[in-house]
């Protein structure tokens, strides 16, 4: 079992900037992949972005690119999420999540099997 533990987060305005961290304790050896979605009020919980454990690689929603950048945290099991250019529609509950480093389904829900309580993140207009 992996233990999640998330912080950041909060109430910006449209255009700023906010970072959520991410740090892993228990079984980090099981983790492949290390990811952030996000869970608007009404909508199914989506991806974000996911960062490879093994060799850094990153992928992200066509939603956030060029404005979230996904990185690992120094001297821990972590990662860190930039969230620039904020927008209203980026407004949810952030959840971050680590699973097995399943090339065909790691934008998916269901690859990941140890889960954060969650951050609020709120952009107002």
């Known amino acids: 079992q992996v233990q999640l533990v998330e912080s950041g987060g909060g109430a910006v305005q449209a255009g700023g900037s906010l970072r959520l961290s991410c740090v892993a304790s228990?079984?980090?050896?099981?983790?492949?992949?290390m990811a952030w979605f996000r869970q608007a009020p009404g909508k199914e919980r989506a991806i974000v972005a996911v960062?490879?454990?093994?060799?850094?690689?990153?992928y992200y929603t066509d939603s956030v690119k060029g404005r979230f950048t996904l990185s690992r945290g120094v001297g821990k099991v972590a990662v860190t999420l930039q969230m620039n250019s904020l927008k209203p529609d980026d407004t949810a509950v952030y959840y971050c999540?680590?699973?097995?480093?399943?090339?065909?389904?790691?934008?998916?829900?269901?690859?990941?099997?140890?889960w954060g309580k969650g951050t609020q993140v709120t952009v107002s207009s």
């Open positions: 960062y490879r454990w093994y060799d850094g690689d990153t």
């Open positions: 999540a680590t699973g097995p480093n399943n090339e065909l389904h790691y934008r998916r829900a269901s690859n990941y099997v140890n």
């Open positions: 228990g079984h980090i050896f099981s983790i492949g992949r």
